[in-house]
Nanobody, 117 residues
């Protein structure tokens, strides 16, 4: 497991943009973002693999969100654009430290994103 520190959440108007960052304290093989809105279950948002840089997105954010990485800084970013009120949630960073597939073994503390309409 590694420690993950998220930053970049906040309040933004609908249609606006926000960028989240997540720095890992150690080696990871893939990292991703999940979110949990009030009264709802945590859901997958996006993931990126260190080797090859392959990405995957939830249908609800495809073409609006972009996940990227900085290998040198061991940091992953989530650029969110055209934000909607339904994007309001606590966003969690997650990482797989050893295996490319399977459950994520490390989680961040979460950062609140609020989109006002």
């Amino acid at each position: 497991q590694v420690q993950l520190v998220e930053s970049g959440g906040g309040l933004v108007q609908a249609g606006g943009s926000l960028r989240l960052s997540c720095a890992a304290s150690g080696r990871t093989v893939s990292m991703g973002w999940f979110r949990q809105a009030p009264g709802k279950e945590r859901e997958f948002v996006a993931t990126i693999y260190w080797i090859g840089g392959a990405t995957a997105y939830a249908d609800s954010v495809k073409d609006r969100f972009t996940i990227s990485r900085d290998n040198a800084k061991n940091t992953v970013y989530l650029q969110m654009s055209s934000l909607k009120s339904e994007d309001t949630a606590v966003y969690y960073c997650a990482a797989r430290s050893n295996k490319v597939i399977g459950p994520y073994d490390s989680w961040g503390q979460g950062t609140q994103v609020t989109v006002s309409s």
